[in-house]
């Protein structure tokens, strides 16, 4: 039997061959598709990956629906809560923040094993910390580390016995021990904790150095810790009575509730109520799970994530739009003559749209499929070098998100296929013959420019320029389109690098112009060093509270006269609070804030708000600050004398008694560079590919141009136009669109930059947007010249072009 | 002295055993205002003739010379001149700048000596045309812009490549009546190069171009272009 071949797979080797013997041509469709895809299926990887870790948290751990915090529970408030319709499980708990070193913790105590807010851990035990809180503190499980407790047992005992805390302290002095000091008349606790391991827990996802570090255990656990602490100052008496009071004392300050689905409103709302109608509310706080402070960043943090996931995807569909239509466009122009013959040897026409909307399809599925495999892989990995350093989450592996892939992939071929439908659909609507005579010139009625005197005036090549740019609008529009993208992603690279420059600048040259930063012994005073004046401050963790959500803030207290912040002049009245969680928080200047620290909460007014990149706080002066009862311990220090470098400065003080650290601007700076790494990569590519989409559209439209002109080319030389002249006014019409494009992406430049930085944009950094005149003028030059590049290498081949090629027909 | 001048003319093309021999020693001369036809059939070599003829190749050996120059010794820039100044091309297709009108069309080719654009379209007829783009014009139309853009320099030589060829006969007849005139009355010498033997009749000169050899160069009495037909 004879075999015969099916047309239609006699076409689908051709599309192989052509594209395998123009393979560097159709590579940019191939390397665009590729792109798009990956970063769409990578970044939903990620984002479904992050969103997946934080619900195996939260599961595992049980996080609580609604969180009501007081400054100490009464009677009935644990019983009115667990009561409230709604309410399915019901927890109290002892938090307070606590201190090991300089480190913050806090300390969740629950009177057994918790059942809310859980830890998740494989280790045996009850004693559990973050594992970042165990690096930062240098510290190893089963290893001792120092907790300083800032409880205040005066009045706790004075509750708990009835009697004038001053009397039941002094009846303590009499069972101490020899050499025994009386602790509860110091101001904090110092008890010696062993953990018994490491705990994911869903209060403590975030992993930042504002976040302090969690570490839960049950009362039965402090409670030992505690005797621990008192045999070595106490007497057996002594310690008996002490444990006999906390034993019957209620320390529990918090409310943990598992509510229905739906509830956590109106059970906030019960709450507040119940509170609210006490004489005086011992409540600081109610909150649900969406806007308690960890949740709320990481939320936060995931939704940018998803959006990104849609809104950078879709640049590069945009730019694989342009180019898959230049290149289709470029092709069917080329095969002019052969769709013709297609036709001719009756191929219907279906199949030969079939056969050129192939091209497109099958490049963009060898783009889009390899795509799907690297993006969730790669992407989400990246990504999580930043998650892992700002989350504390179990690991897992990305979801594969069928139908987001499947679709993104589709949309993709989809766009191809209608791009070239697009293309093709006129050529192949003619009639054989026709297809095969060439194409007839397109008339058009003269512009009110071409009627004009100036247009004598002009140079007979910038009238053909000016010709077949508006008897080609579509082939402009496209050209136009894809150096506007050009100079838009180059601004935006190079407004990427300012913005990082300008938020660096910003923290260590305006915000916080001293060079030397030193955390003190604890109670030690200012060190003197001639060459560096010093200033004290206080730094603390703390929660800010608005009508919209709560945050962690860092709280500063500096002197109102302060020379070493930068942020604006300090006012007794409030505080400065950072333009960022002005916004997250919803509020302004003059508005009131919540401000919960050491376990003491204050209204504080919103006197002005600073802008930093880095440094979310609210910075207070002592007048304020003393309501939380924070003693600087910590000191900036500016060098005066310019002979001393900053590494040898802090080598002086790192060896001074009552210094405990010294950090210097340039570490400062070292670290950040290495943090912003990853955006710097960022940048670089942006760059490259913003050259390289210019490069893509303007060679494939000036080729374009060039062959449909390739018989003019060859006419102007047999009538004796130099090369020079003729390759002119190609170039004319090439960058007179150029310059249009670049003019127009100017100003886009910088929308595409706020889109890209979002990114990397998370609770802890805040980018201060800037472009320089400069990198404008840089971008527009790079375009320029590519543009110009490509257009003469173009106008090389006029030189090549036979000028008997004019002879022949046309085609 | 004759205006054009050949001798010995060759063009080769490829090498070894693929050498083809296109022009063999083509020597023959032309006075100034003749009306030359140079007749044979395709791949007899008369395009090669015309290419060199045209400055637009160079001779594999052999000299040609038009007017003062010998154009086989003439660098690319200077056949690019010559081109520019010597030489008024016609071609079978027009080859007109679809998008510049009649008159731009006729500009491209204007020197700083010689008539303007805008007597070049008068001389064919076409003035009134003249903003009209060559898609919104006839192909007899647009023959006569193509000679009006050949003859606007005043060129020394006016080649024809097949000018009626992509023509009905009437029009046809009505661009060789053109042509003619231009000889006849304004002096111009006229080249065309056909296949089609009833054009040999209107010439002055007839050279018989086959397998690359000049079979036949006689000079003759002209008819009128009403007279033929094809």
Redesign the interface.
């Given at each position: 039997m004879v075999r015969r071949p099916n047309p239609a797979a006699v076409l689908r080797r051709r599309i192989r061959r052509e594209i395998r013997d123009n393979f560097l041509q159709f590579l940019a469709v191939i390397l665009i598709a590729f792109l798009a895809v990956t970063l769409f299926c990578g970044l939903t990887a990620n984002y479904k990956k992050l969103e997946r870790r934080v619900d195996v948290v939260y599961r595992e751990g049980s996080m609580p629906d609604v969180f009501v915090l007081t400054s100490g529970l009464e009677e009935g408030d644990r019983e009115f809560a667990a009561a409230l319709e709604g309410v399915e499980a019901a927890e109290s708990r002892l938090y307070l923040t606590a201190e090991s070193g300089s480190s913050q913790v806090v300390l969740a105590v629950t009177e057994g094993t918790p059942t809310l807010s859980k830890p998740i851990t494989e280790a045996e035990g009850s004693i559990f910390c973050d594992e970042h809180m165990l690096f930062r503190l240098g510290a190893e499980v089963g290893e001792a580390f120092p907790l300083s407790l800032s409880l205040d047992f005066g009045s706790l005992l004075e509750q708990a016995t009835g009697t004038p805390a001053e009397t039941v302290l002094s009846l303590l002095d009499l069972l101490l021990l020899d050499g025994g000091v009386n602790v509860f008349r110091q101001e904090a606790l110092t008890l010696q904790v062993r953990v018994d391991g490491t705990m994911l827990h869903p209060e403590a996802i975030s992993a930042s150095s504002t976040s302090a570090g969690m570490l839960t255990m049950t009362r039965e656990d402090l409670n030992g810790l505690i005797e621990a602490a008192l045999r070595e100052n106490f007497t057996e008496a002594g310690v008996t009575a002490i444990l006999n009071v906390l034993a019957e004392t209620d320390l529990s300050n918090q409310i943990l509730l598992q509510v229905a689905d739906g509830q956590e409103d109106a059970v906030t709302e019960a709450l507040r109520d119940w509170f609210g109608n006490k004489e005086t509310s011992n409540l600081m706080m109610v909150y649900d799970r969406e806007s308690s402070p960890g949740n709320a960043v990481i939320e936060s943090d995931i939704r940018q994530a998803q959006m990104l996931t849609y809104v950078f995807p879709v640049i590069f569909f945009l730019v694989s739009v342009l180019v898959i239509s230049t290149t289709i466009t470029q092709l069917i122009n080329r095969e002019h003559t052969a769709i013709g013959t297609l036709k001719g040897l009756g191929f219907s026409r279906g199949a030969i749209l079939r056969h050129y909307m192939g091209y497109g399809v099958v490049l963009c599925l060898l783009g889009g499929i390899l795509g799907v495999i690297v993006g969730p892989i790669l992407i989400p990995a990246v990504m999580d070098i930043k998650n892992n350093l700002l989350y504390q989450l179990p690991n897992l592996a990305p979801p594969f998100a069928f139908w987001e892939y499947g679709a993104c992939l589709l949309l993709l071929v989809g766009v191809a296929a209608l791009v070239s439908f697009l293309v093709c659909r006129r050529e192949i609507a003619l009639k054989p013959a026709e297809s095969m005579r060439p194409v007839?010139?397109?008339?058009a009625r003269?512009t009110a420019f071409e009627r004009s005197r100036l247009w004598r005036k002009c140079p007979?090549s910038l009238?053909?320029a000016w010709?077949?740019i508006v008897?080609q609008k579509g082939r402009a529009l496209m050209v136009i389109l894809g150096v506007m993208g050009c100079t838009a992603l180059l601004v935006c690279g190079f407004g990427i690098d300012n913005t990082l420059d300008n938020s660096v600048y910003t923290e260590t040259e305006v915000l916080f112009p001293a060079e030397l930063n030193l955390t003190l012994e604890d109670g030690a005073d200012l060190p003197s060093l001639t060459g560096i004046t010093f200033e004290s401050y206080a730094r603390q963790n703390g929660q800010l509270q608005s009508d919209s959500g709560v945050r962690d803030a860092v709280i500063l207290v500096f002197s109102a006269d302060t020379q070493m912040f930068g942020g604006g002049t300090l006012s007794d009245e409030g505080g400065l609070l950072s333009e960022t969680l002005a916004q997250k928080l919803g509020v302004g200047v003059g508005d009131t804030l919540t401000v919960i620290c050491e376990g003491i909460a204050r209204e504080i007014e919103v006197t002005g708000i600073y802008r930093s990149g880095f440094t979310q706080a609210l910075v207070l002066t002592p007048s304020n600050g003393d309501l939380f009862g924070l003693e600087p311990s910590y000191a900036y220090g500016k060098i005066t004398d310019p002979s001393l470098s900053q590494a040898d400065a802090a080598a002086l003080l790192s060896s001074m008694a009552g210094v405990q650290s010294v950090t210097t601007t340039e570490d400062t700076l070292q670290t950040a560079e290495d943090i912003l790494a990853t955006v710097r990569i960022i940048t670089a590519t942006v760059k490259v590919f913003a050259v390289l989409l210019a490069v893509v559209v303007l060679y494939n439209l000036s080729l374009l141009n060039f062959r449909e002109r390739f018989?003019?080319i060859a006419?102007?030389?047999?009538?004796?136009?130099?090369n020079g002249q003729i390759a002119a006014s190609l170039i004319w019409e090439s960058m007179a669109l150029t310059l249009v494009g670049t003019l127009i992406g100017l100003p886009l430049g910088y929308p595409v930059m706020v889109l890209m930085l979002t990114i990397n944009q998370t609770e802890l950094l805040t980018f201060l947007y800037l472009i320089q005149p400069l990198s404008y003028l840089i971008s527009a030059a790079i375009t320029l010249v590519t543009s110009f590049a490509v257009n003469f290498l173009l106008g090389k081949r006029v030189r090549k072009v036979k000028?008997?090629e004019?002879?022949k027909?046309?085609e | 002295m004759e205006l054009i001048e050949c001798k010995d003319l060759c063009k080769t093309y490829g090498t070894g055993d693929l050498e083809v021999r296109a022009l063999d020693g083509a020597s023959f001369s032309v006075e100034k205002g003749e009306f030359v036809v140079i007749l044979g059939p395709s791949g007899a070599g008369k395009?090669t003739l015309?290419?060199l003829l045209?400055g637009?190749?160079t001779a594999t050996s052999g000299t040609l010379r038009v007017g003062e120059k010998t154009v086989t010794a003439l660098s690319e820039k200077e056949l690019?001149?010559?081109?520019?100044?010597d030489?008024g091309?016609v071609?079978?297709?027009y080859?007109l700048?679809?998008?510049?009108t009649a008159l731009?069309n006729v500009?491209?080719?204007q020197g700083e000596t010689g008539m303007t654009a805008e007597e070049a379209l008068s001389l064919v007829g076409l003035e009134k045309r003249k903003?009209n783009?060559?898609?919104?014009l006839s192909g007899g139309e647009q023959q006569r812009v193509a000679i009006a853009?050949a003859i606007v320099k005043n060129p020394l030589l006016l080649l024809c490549?097949e000018p009626t060829g992509a023509l009905d006969s009437r029009t046809g007849r009505a661009i060789l009546g053109l042509l003619s005139d231009l000889c006849r009355k304004d002096g111009m010498t006229v080249i065309v190069v056909t296949h089609n033997a009833e054009l040999g009749k209107l010439a002055d000169r007839l050279i018989r171009v086959n397998d690359g050899k000049i079979v036949e160069n006689a000079l003759q009495t002209a008819a009128s272009p009403e007279d033929i037909t094809w």
């Open positions: 007839a010139p397109r008339t003269m007979l009238r053909m010709r077949n008897r018989r003019d006419t102007l030389k047999v009538l004796g136009i130099p000028m008997i004019s002879l027909s046309v | 395009s015309l290419n045209g637009m190749d690019s001149a010559y081109r520019r100044k030489i091309f071609f079978q297709f080859n700048m679809a998008n510049l731009e500009e491209l080719a903003n783009f060559p898609p919104q853009r490549d």
